[in-house]
């Protein structure tokens, strides 16, 4: 079992920047892909960012790609989702979650069924 706590959420204004940090309990926490993922309200949950266990491998959705960067530091069991450029549409919950799925495609993991636990959420408000 693994429980996943976000942060870092909150308030900023277009172009600004917010980091976001998902802490995961476990010593497990390695071998797993992670990924993030947002939604807002009204809409479905959608895919942002994935990297796999070791770090070498990521993967972006285009409307975030080049503004967004997925990191994770196996040490300290965590990953991290730095965002610059921030945009109004990008104002969402933002979700971390991991996956026990093997695979260093990080293609692979872009869809929730990939993942098999989920943290509780971060509110991320971008105003215009």
């Known amino acids: 079992q693994v429980q996943l706590v976000e942060s870092g959420g909150g308030l900023v204004q277009a172009g600004g920047s917010l980091r976001l940090s998902c802490a995961a309990s476990?010593?497990?926490?390695?071998?797993?892909?992670m990924g993030w993922f947002r939604q807002a309200p009204g809409k479905e949950r959608e895919f942002v960012a994935t990297?796999?266990?070791?770090?070498?491998?990521?993967y972006y959705a285009d409307s975030v790609k080049g503004r967004f960067t997925i990191s994770r530091d196996n040490a300290k069991n965590t990953v991290y989702l730095q965002m610059n450029s921030l945009k109004p549409e990008d104002t969402a919950v933002y979700y971390c979650a991991a996956s026990t799925k093997y695979s260093n495609y990080a293609p692979a993991f872009t869809d929730t069924t990939d993942y098999d636990y989920w943290g509780q959420g971060t509110q991320v408000t971008v105003s215009s």
């Open positions: 476990g010593r497990t926490f390695s071998r797993y892909a």
């Open positions: 990297i796999n266990w070791s770090g070498g491998n990521t």
